[in-house]
């Protein structure tokens, strides 16, 4: 795998979830105590993220940097949406079920 692909990946998915959160780049850039534009440059996959960086991100993003480095989920946030789904109703675990069961399909799995 080349690096620029890797480089894309990791941005690809520090984009996703800095989305998923509802948050600005310039919101995360500040949860991180750094520039705009180095978000952005990791978001495009135009810069590697220093190690310390790495820390901050995986902590203002509330993911490991396992799944940032390699989109591989961790136990413990495999456990955070466990504990999300826990709190729901029967009839909406069912629809989430379903969703599921669908991505699968759609993935092939």
């Not at 909406?92 to 799995?109: H, K, M, Q, S, T």
């Given at each position: ?8 990946g990791?941005?690809e998915?520090?984009?996703?979830r800095?989305?998923q959160?509802r948050l ?11 520039s ?8 495009q ?13 995986c ?6 940097a ?8 961790s136990?413990a ?7 999300k ?12 079920e ?5 991505c699968?399909?759609?993935?092939g799995r």
């Amino acid at each position: 795998m080349a690096n620029e692909e890797i480089l894309r990946g990791i941005g690809e998915r520090i984009s996703a979830r800095r989305r998923q959160l509802r948050l600005t780049q310039e919101d995360l850039a500040d949860r991180m105590d750094v520039s705009p534009q180095m978000i952005s440059y990791a978001e495009q996959g135009r810069k590697a993220i220093r190690p310390e960086n790495l820390i901050r991100l995986c902590a203002a993003l509330d993911v490991s940097a396992d799944y940032v480095l390699t989109g591989r989920t961790s136990e413990a946030e495999l456990g955070r949406i466990g504990e999300k789904l826990s709190r729901l109703p029967a009839e909406e675990l069912l629809l989430v079920e379903e969703i599921i069961d669908r991505c699968l399909v759609l993935a092939g799995r």
